[in-house]
């Protein structure tokens, strides 16, 4: 008798452990695949942005691992708020129209890059302060220059119809890692980056990327 209860409990437990594994099989890959689509999208929007700019000339004046983890800080919190609304966005409108949208908002982020971006008076001040804690003041820098920016609305357009917890950790890595670029770049050649050629490339990737949603979800529209 024991020992029929205790097979039965081991089959259930069995059962449980099973389809736990399961789905967590599932999600995984999921998830990864989010975190590799976001990390490429915004390393690409991020390339010639002005937080490039203003991450080589806080570069001068702190150390290197102070404004990376500065620019880790501000990125992963504007970032979560970014996934909050886009995920909420998803959440009411039907995935076609979804990617349609977001096929569009890539070509305009295509101009935006072509057009470049700077460093206004009051960015170059911000960065030249030395006062206070170095990461804070490149924290706030960073959360201020990012609201509105272009790698927002491309994390809340991915966020819309992918894994948000992929897309949060993917537009995070993918932030730092073009920053850090940067960074080394900037120091290593005197902060003198090929501007334009940065600018036409990271165009032409947003370009492909809205191409390609754009016809894909009209696809499936008129299928």
């Known amino acids: 008798m024991l020992v029929r209860r205790f097979r039965t409990r081991s089959r259930a437990l069995g059962f449980e452990v099973g389809e736990t594994f399961g789905i967590a099989g599932r999600c995984v890959p999921i998830m990864l695949g989010s975190v590799a689509l976001s990390s490429a999208a915004i390393f690409v929007a991020e390339l010639g942005?002005?937080?490039?700019?203003?991450?080589?000339?806080?570069a001068t004046r702190y150390r290197w691992w102070q404004v990376l983890l500065g620019i880790?800080?501000?990125?992963?919190?504007?970032?979560?708020?970014s996934v909050a609304l886009g995920f909420g966005l998803g959440e009411l409108m039907p995935t076609e129209w979804i990617a349609l949208l977001a096929g569009v908002a890539f070509l305009f982020?295509?101009?935006?890059?072509?057009?470049?971006?700077?460093?206004?008076?009051?960015?170059?001040?911000?960065?030249?302060?030395?006062?206070?804690?170095?990461?804070?003041?490149?924290?706030?820098?960073?959360?201020?220059?990012?609201?509105?920016?272009?790698?927002?609305?491309?994390?809340?357009?991915?966020?819309?119809?992918?894994?948000?917890?992929?897309?949060?950790?993917?537009?995070?890595?993918?932030?730092v890692l073009a920053d850090a670029l940067a960074i080394g770049v900037g120091l290593l050649l005197g902060r003198h980056l090929p501007e334009k050629a940065i600018r036409y490339g990271a165009s032409a990737l947003f370009v492909l990327f809205g191409g390609w949603l754009i016809i894909d979800s009209l696809l499936v529209l008129n299928g």
């Not at 942005?49 to 806080?58: E, G, P, V, W, Y």
């Not at 880790?72 to 708020?81: E, I, R, S």
């Not at 804070?136 to 220059?145: C, G, I, K, N, S």
């Open 49 to 58: 942005d002005k937080s490039q700019l203003l991450a080589m000339t806080f």
């Open 72 to 81: 880790t800080v501000a990125t992963a919190v504007v970032h979560a708020l």
């Open 109 to 175: 982020f295509a101009a935006w890059t072509l057009r470049g971006d700077h460093l206004t008076e009051d960015d170059k001040r911000k960065a030249s302060r030395k006062f206070g804690s170095a990461v804070l003041v490149v924290t706030l820098a960073f959360f201020l220059a990012e609201l509105g920016d272009k790698t927002m609305l491309a994390t809340v357009t991915l966020a819309t119809h992918h894994d948000w917890l992929g897309i949060w950790i993917g537009s995070t890595v993918g932030m």
